[in-house]
Nanobody
Framework: QVQLVESGGGLVQAGGSLRLSCAASGSIFNINTMGWYRQAPGKQRELVATISSRENTNYADSVKGRFAISRDNAKNTVYLQMNNLKPEDTDVYYC?????????WGQGTQVSVSS
């Protein structure tokens, strides 16, 4: 199995930036796509961004041009650079990793953006 630990969340003002990190451990071989999802109270978890092992990226329309996902395979880590944050970005952000047709989740890190 894969264990994922997120870090980097916090409270920022609108227009500010945060950088989230997610480190994978355990059965790290054959991890393909990694990504970030977010979930607000009372809402479903939604995709924010994904990045494949080939570093092909995909973003939700709401974050295009503001967020950037990247990965360091040597460190088994995926990052999410979040710029120009908006109050609507306030959520718990979860890291995900896909390995052998299974999806693994981190425990989440809180991102709060004040207006």
């Amino acid at each position: 199995q894969v264990q994922l630990v997120e870090s980097g969340g916090g409270l920022v003002q609108a227009g500010g930036s945060l950088r989230l990190s997610c480190a994978a451990s355990g059965s790290i071989f054959n991890i393909n796509t990694m990504g970030w999802y977010r979930q607000a109270p009372g809402k479903q978890r939604e995709l924010v961004a994904t990045i494949s092992s080939r570093e092909n990226t995909n973003y939700a329309d709401s974050v295009k041009g503001r967020f950037a996902i990247s990965r360091d395979n040597a460190k088994n880590t995926v990052y999410l650079q979040m710029n120009n944050l908006k109050p609507e970005d306030t959520d718990v952000y979860y890291c995900a990793a896909d390995r052998l047709a299974r999806r693994y989740w981190g425990q989440g890190t809180q991102v709060s953006v004040s207006s």
